[in-house]
């Protein structure tokens, strides 16, 4: 069993309905349980998700190998074929016809929980005998979503949209879920869990600003994280009088932190205000130098490279120019 | 799904189209190996065919892959096809 196709994490299961197999057979977040302090996965926070872990699967942001990819998203295609107006789970609402409107969240999330639910039965079936004599393995610990106690995860006591136990390995997709924002943060109910941290400056500073009473405690040390620390110098694109060591260009650098999770992601998926894509586009370090980096990248002297451009599956090459045609340059490089 | 109408469905079935547009890649595409790694992300307009729509994903990732990650980007820039981070995934 393994994870190699990895979604990004949220706090919230949606649009799925929690008496569904979308949600209920999702295993506990595996953050810390004090990320909030006190007020972890409790309603009170700055809204009422806010102070919950990161535990559900969000499909802004999925990675994999192309092979397990593909088995991912046949299956993906098989369930949006099935999908009928009436599902028969619905808690009334009509909000899950033609699975959740053809949401693209909704079938992955079905998809992940089948999964989780074939894996909690082979759990079952295959826990040792020390296991069992140490009293475990007979049910994990329960869990709540939004409040809601999950007393067994593939059979909650509520009424639920009833699996059956399979046999073998059957619903397995590998996926797993980038839980502590290792590659992507959402931002939605997420906001104030993250800054831009420019680590050569004051960092308990930049941290402490803007903080409420139920936000979570910094666990930024410091330390930039080895990956960032060996990828290439940021500045190989631009002029030699802007170059440093590359591991002090990137502690010069605003860079995105979780700061209740000590993490950098790699990106950032603003489905909370959508507006910061426009006002924090300029917050981002490329930015500053966007337009010489572009012109590195087309200018650039190795044959493979891309040049700011793009290889299509039918072998034909598209330019930077002809992706991004120049009227949209005011807006990129601001 | 094909009797539906598209007015019950979000963004008028682009959230479908996520999967079909990116099903028919991974089943027909030839300019990437089984093993390579696909990354698929919501971007501005997701997955429309005009270019300019993907720069911002593909600056974002260059923000912190660099420029020696051996990054390369394919088919509309919504592919990225490299051998980074596999270190993640582990053994099992």
């Not at chain 2, 079909?20 to 501005?44: C, F, I, K, P, Q």
Request: one cysteine or more; glycine letters at 8%.
């Amino acid at each position: 069993m393994k994870q190699t196709v990895i979604f990004g994490s949220g706090k919230r299961c949606a649009p799925n309905q929690v008496q569904t197999i979308g949600c209920y057979p999702v295993p506990e977040s595996p953050l810390p349980k004090d990320v909030y302090g006190n007020n972890t996965d409790m309603s009170v926070g700055r809204n009422l998700w806010y102070s919950l872990r990161q535990r559900w699967l969000n499909s802004g942001f999925i990675m994999g190998p192309k092979r397990d990819m593909r088995a991912l998203f046949q299956r993906a295609a098989e369930k949006a074929k099935e999908t009928q107006r009436d599902m028969d789970f619905d808690d009334g609402s009509h909000g899950s016809d033609f699975m959740y409107h053809g949401s693209d969240q909704a079938l992955f999330a079905v998809i992940f929980g089948e999964q989780e639910f074939q894996r909690e039965i082979m759990r079952r079936r295959h826990y040792s005998i020390k296991d069992k004599i140490k009293g475990q393995g007979a049910k994990p610990d329960p869990t709540h979503i939004y409040y809601t106690l999950v007393d067994d995860p593939i059979n909650p006591s509520f009424p639920h949209e009833v699996r059956k136990a399979k046999e073998g390995k059957p619903d397995e997709f590998s996926l797993g879920l980038d839980y502590f924002s290792e590659f992507i943060q959402q931002t939605v109910n997420s906001e104030e869990d993250s800054k831009y941290i420019t680590y050569s400056d004051d960092i308990e500073k930049q941290v402490s600003e803007n903080r409420e009473m139920f936000d979570c405690p910094s666990r930024v040390t410091g330390e930039l994280p080895k990956d960032i620390l060996s990828s290439g110098n940021p500045f190989s694109y631009i002029d030699t009088d802007e170059r440093g060591s590359s591991k002090d260009d990137w502690k010069q650098l605003p860079l995105y932190t979780n700061i209740c999770l000590n993490k950098i992601p790699i990106m950032i998926h603003h489905n909370g205000d959508k507006s910061a894509r426009e006002h924090q586009w300029e917050t981002m370090w490329v930015q500053r130098h966007a337009r010489k980096v572009v012109d590195g990248m087309k200018s650039g002297d190795d044959a493979a490279a891309s040049k700011g451009g793009a290889h299509l599956s039918d072998g034909k090459y598209i330019s930077w120019d002809e992706l991004c045609p120049a009227e949209w340059d005011q807006e990129i490089f601001r | 799904m094909a009797d539906i109408s598209i007015d019950y469905l979000l963004g008028g079935g682009s959230h479908l189209a996520k999967i079909s547009a990116v099903l028919e890649w991974l089943e027909a595409s030839n300019d990437a190996g089984d093993d390579d790694l696909v990354v698929m992300m919501d971007a501005y307009g997701q997955l429309r065919s005009n270019g300019a729509d993907h720069y911002p994903m593909s600056l974002t990732l260059l923000q912190t892959f660099g420029s020696s990650s051996g990054a390369k980007f394919s088919s509309h820039g919504t592919i990225l096809s490299t051998t980074l981070r596999m270190n993640v995934y582990g053994k099992d």
